[in-house]
């Protein structure tokens, strides 16, 4: 491939890395809402890119469940349903018992360090501050608990607790949406110092009792919302 050929594509692919980003934030902050259709003449506008990265960006968009895509017909935000929610938390705990075992068992002095740098970065974002960044707070809280289930060693279980993680951040703007009263939206209250302290006591029963509890948080936040919390705006 000559030179000039193999620089547009590389510097497609970065455009497409930014935009898929970007989207992926906007999606995850509701700009775009669940079931909302994706028009390519508005992505080009917003952010600045041409169709090819566009396109590409959409593609690895509906990889990870975020959009979902039509043949002949395009792009829409993948819509979310309880249903789903639930069934996505479900998953996660039955994986998360292994996962947990595992990594408890196995995990060395580097891990038990991964694990108390990555909650205190998690601990340093203040969920009640009103100028808070929940993504940066979502990328935290991400990374916490698969750094928790890392010292398991199996890449598979990783990746499949990743791919959860990722889907069940399709729901969180429902959880931290401002207009909620705070009494209904989701706050920590120590859930995470907690599990921290059970992983690196390498209690794995007292670790998925406040997993398991921590789970149930967010269920008990979810099922004091109406109908119309999931339904597209």
């Not at 590409?56 to 975020?66: D, G, I, N, T």
Request: with cysteine; hydrophobic share 40%.
């Amino acid at each position: 491939m000559p030179q000039k050929e193999k620089k547009a594509a590389s510097s497609n692919a970065t455009l497409a890395d930014k935009v898929f980003q970007e989207l992926r934030r906007d999606i995850l902050l509701g700009v775009y809402r669940p079931s909302q259709k994706l028009l390519l003449h508005d992505l080009k506008a917003r952010y600045d890119a041409g169709g090819s990265p566009i396109r590409e960006a959409l593609l690895r968009l509906s990889w990870c469940k975020y959009v979902v895509m039509e043949p002949q017909r395009g792009f829409w935000v993948a819509p979310i349903s309880r249903h789903e929610l639930y069934d996505i938390l479900l998953v996660r705990r039955v994986l998360a018992e292994e996962a947990v075992r595992r990594s408890l068992e196995q995990g060395d002095e580097a891990w038990e360090l991964e694990v108390l740098a990555s909650y205190h970065r998690l601990s340093r974002i203040d969920l009640n501050d009103v100028d808070v960044d929940l993504q940066d707070w979502a990328d935290r809280h991400m990374a916490f608990h698969l750094a928790i289930i890392s010292g398991s060693h199996s890449p598979v279980i990783v990746e499949m607790m990743e791919s959860l993680y990722n889907r069940l951040e399709r729901y969180r703007h429902i959880w931290f949406d401002p207009a909620l009263p705070s009494s209904k939206r989701y706050s920590d209250e120590g859930e995470h110092q907690a599990i921290m302290q059970a992983v690196l006591a390498r209690d794995a029963d007292r670790t998925l009792q406040l997993l398991d509890q921590h789970y149930s948080h967010v269920m008990q936040v979810v099922e004091g919302l109406s109908t119309e919390a999931f339904q597209p705006r």
